[in-house]
């Protein structure tokens, strides 16, 4: 679960380091295009009829996604907060972040070359980070749903969260506590909530789409200047973020 959070605390040191120095202009533009790209209409073909939805259905539904647009926002109980866009397809992935009080970055992992990359758009710069496991370093909101056996989780209620119908559900391993709100259609989380060690952060998603996303779309772009600097391994600045 903690990967969830350090994830954007990764992105924060990045920039706080000064490693993409001048983060943080106006990307107005670019973000529409963005928001662009994710339907405003994910699961209008399967309408929700199911009077009563089973945990099994759930599950069985979460584990069959395999492409993912949504935007996300992050609060944490210490005031800080982020927010951006994540594309997921299969082991491939893409966040573009905007992290408070340290800018805007993007985060790219190709499979096939196993591969990360953070890259600044307004600087048309990039840099490859240090070595990246994408079995045990995930970014995907789908990890509590596979964090634990299936009888772990509890039901705790339902409720509807922009028109989708939820089962908001709990489970905890004795050190983290997480609370989920996921869509019944599709077995996406549209809310957590997780504390651990203390804190609590909070995460909503919103405009998901499941549809398929070109390979363009994780691709470092052409053009930008790649930085030759040296940086951390994921794993160095995931601890980093998790003291």
């Known amino acids: 679960m903690k990967k969830l959070i350090s994830l954007v605390m990764i992105l924060c040191l990045l920039l706080l380091s000064g490693a993409l120095a001048g983060c943080g202009g106006d990307n107005n533009d670019r973000e529409q295009n963005q928001q662009s790209e994710v339907s405003d209409n994910a699961g209008a073909e399967n309408p929700e ?40 397809q299969g082991s491939n992935f893409r966040m573009d972040a905007n992290v408070q009080g340290a800018g805007q970055a993007t985060m790219l992992y190709k499979a096939d070359t196993n591969e990360a990359w953070m890259v600044n758009l307004d600087q048309n710069t ?32 339902q409720e509807n969260i922009d028109g989708k119908r939820c089962t908001v559900m709990e489970v905890t391993d004795g050190t983290t506590y997480t609370k989920m709100w996921v869509w019944e259609e599709y077995g996406f989380p549209l809310k957590m909530e997780i504390v651990a060690d203390g804190n609590q952060i909070n995460y909503e998603y919103k405009n998901v789409s499941f549809d398929k996303i070109p390979d363009s779309v994780f691709e470092v772009p052409a053009g930008v200047q790649i930085m030759d600097m040296q940086m951390p391994d994921i794993q160095d600045l995931q601890n980093m973020g998790q003291q």
């Open 49 to 88: 009829s199911e009077d009563t939805v089973t945990l099994e259905d759930i599950f069985t539904r979460s584990s069959a996604i395999d492409s993912l647009t949504f935007e996300w926002e992050m609060t944490g109980t210490d005031g800080f907060s982020s927010s951006g866009t994540q594309y997921i």
């Open 126 to 157: 990039a840099m490859k980070l240090g070595t990246y496991d994408a079995e045990t370093e995930s970014v995907n909101p789908l990890e509590p749903m596979s964090a634990y056996a299936e009888d772990m989780y509890n039901v705790v209620g």
